[in-house]
């Protein structure tokens, strides 16, 4: 049996964290996981039952309720996000969760949560996770950690591009780019982890290259480290 490793991709926000790990998971037969569609459905959830943040009593009971899982679409050729048994994937991707992610990613009950579902899909390898904690918290002994970053207005005018692509014609880049700043700050600055590289992260900024070359980069990575452990 061939080795399987664990892969941690962490970064900011739309710098292809997504992209990079479903391009992994295909190419080594792993299983993706998308975190951050995990927190986004969460937000989502309170959003509908229009539960304060500040209740936690009643988001603990909501987490109680319901359950995040990943179904793999032939026709689209990813993982689509569920809670319990609807298809929440479009929803979840609105700039209205985008506003309050960070927001409900800063709960600690919400954060346990989550991590330990995500802990348990990691316990038998070949998983290639991406977020903004996988690395420090989620896989903190994932053979290979990777952290994306990319320069702010490229981000913006790809978040962009992805939303304009799904029929929302509302949503100027002035309005992308203001979130993605609010939520990075939001996000390295929270107290209950924040985003960060893992000391031991591989850093790659994608600001100039196409999603072929940072996949070859990304393969080699894993393959290095696939053949030390062999």
């Not at 029929?167 to 700043?181: A, E, I, P, Q």
Request: proline share 2%; with cysteine; charged share 25%.
């Amino acid at each position: 049996m061939s080795t399987k490793i664990n892969i941690a991709i962490d970064g900011y926000s739309s710098c292809g964290k997504g992209t990079l790990a479903k391009a992994l998971a295909h190419h080594f037969n792993y299983l993706f996981v998308d975190s951050g569609a995990m927190y986004r459905a969460v937000t989502w959830a309170i959003q509908k039952e229009k539960i304060e943040l500040t209740k936690i009593d009643k988001v603990s009971d909501l987490l109680s309720r319901i359950n995040i899982r990943f179904v793999y679409s032939e026709q689209d050729k990813f993982y689509q996000t569920y809670i319990n048994d609807q298809n929440l994937e479009k929803e979840i991707r609105s700039m209205e969760v985008s506003r309050y992610v960070s927001e409900v990613s800063a709960i600690k009950e919400v954060r346990d949560f989550l991590v330990n579902q995500q802990q348990q899909i990691g316990l038998h390898k070949g998983v290639v996770m991406d977020g903004r904690d996988i690395g420090t918290v989620v896989f903190p002994d994932a053979e290979l950690k990777i952290f994306m970053t990319a320069r702010p207005e490229v981000r913006a005018q790809r978040r962009h591009h992805e939303i304009v692509s799904r029929g929302d014609t509302h949503t100027s880049y002035n309005d992308v780019l203001s979130n993605l700043t609010e939520r990075d700050s939001m996000d390295s600055s929270r107290s209950i982890s924040p985003l960060k590289p893992a000391s031991d992260a591989l850093v790659l900024d994608n600001s100039e290259m196409t999603r072929e070359q940072q996949l070859t980069i990304a393969i080699d990575w894993v393959n290095d480290i696939i053949k030390n452990l062999s």
